[in-house]
């Protein structure tokens, strides 16, 4: 599948709909939000760090679910027809390395919180929290996850490709990870949109992992075939390269 990009029409369409749906939900949503944190920064200022933490929890959980759902649309090649796929791909590492910028900030922000005390070793140890041990060192064991695949993106050209792909699915193992430590450790998971928000993720990424899986066994089939018929496929492309677009 070739890069064509959208439609003009369509490219104006998105835009306008985008627009639109990014006013709408800040005037819906903005004046209380504003009153809210303002409510919360007179009367109980100490509940800041746990309502930071918890906004930069979900924050990071989005910027990982959207590099899973990058990757998997990379792989799957579903964005080739409307992306140059350097730019899904550096979107796809920028991602991860938000997701883990944010992580850290939101373990940080634990050790300001005066309702349960964190302390540095609690952070940095899997399972030595003082609050739910076993959900938080899950969540703990797939921020390490999510960082060593981070870190992978940097170290490709000296691990090599095979390398690069094996710590790559465990990408997988993080978003399970991530997100069985929201359900069971964060206080909004008995909240709709909260629940809605790690099914949601949960469901598309469930489906283009399946997709992935079927259109990997279908053209291995194809491969197979073809080879027995005496008329081979076309070999893969090359492997995309790290370099940025201009």
């Given at each position: 599948m070739t890069y064509r990009g959208l439609p003009a029409l369509a490219r104006i369409a998105l835009a306008v709909g985008l627009v639109l749906g990014v006013g709408a939900v800040l005037g819906l949503t903005l004046p209380s939000a504003i009153s809210s944190i303002a409510g919360v920064?007179?009367?109980?200022?100490?509940?800041?760090?746990?309502?930071?933490?918890?906004v930069t929890a979900f924050l990071a959980y989005f910027a990982?679910?959207?590099s899973v759902v990058y990757g998997l649309l990379l792989s799957?090649?579903?964005?080739?027809?409307?992306?140059h796929r350097p730019?899904?791909?550096?979107?796809?590492?920028?991602?991860?390395?938000?997701?883990?910028?944010?992580?850290?900030?939101?373990?940080?922000?634990?050790?300001?919180?005066?309702?349960?005390?964190?302390?540095?070793?609690?952070?940095?140890?899997?399972?030595?929290?003082?609050?739910?041990?076993?959900?938080?060192g899950v969540g703990q064991l797939a921020f390490y996850i999510v960082a060593l695949v981070t870190l992978s993106f940097y170290m490709r050209r000296r691990i090599g490709q095979r390398a690069w792909r094996l710590i790559h699915y465990l990408t997988f193992l993080a978003?399970?990870?991530?997100?069985?430590?929201?359900?069971?450790?964060?206080?909004?998971?008995?909240?709709?949109?909260?629940?809605?928000t790690y099914a949601g993720s949960a469901a598309i990424v469930v489906f283009?992992?399946?997709?992935?899986?079927?259109?990997?066994?279908?053209?291995?089939?194809?491969?197979?075939?073809?080879?027995?018929?005496?008329?081979?496929?076309?070999?893969?492309?090359a492997p995309l390269t790290l370099r940025r677009p201009a």
């Open positions: 920064l007179v009367d109980t200022p100490a509940r800041i760090p746990w309502i930071t933490s918890r990982i679910t959207a799957t090649k579903l964005l080739d027809a409307i992306a730019v899904s791909f550096a979107l796809h590492q920028d991602l991860a390395a938000v997701g883990v910028g944010l992580a850290a900030i939101h373990g940080a922000l634990l050790t300001l919180d005066q309702t349960i005390h964190f302390s540095v070793v609690d952070l940095l140890v899997p399972f030595a929290s003082p609050y739910r041990p076993i959900a938080v978003f399970v990870g991530s997100t069985a430590h929201g359900i069971a450790a964060g206080t909004d998971t008995s909240q709709p949109w909260a629940f809605w283009l992992l399946a997709y992935r899986i079927v259109i990997s066994a279908l053209t291995a089939r194809d491969r197979r075939l073809a080879e027995r018929s005496g008329h081979p496929m076309m070999p893969a492309a």
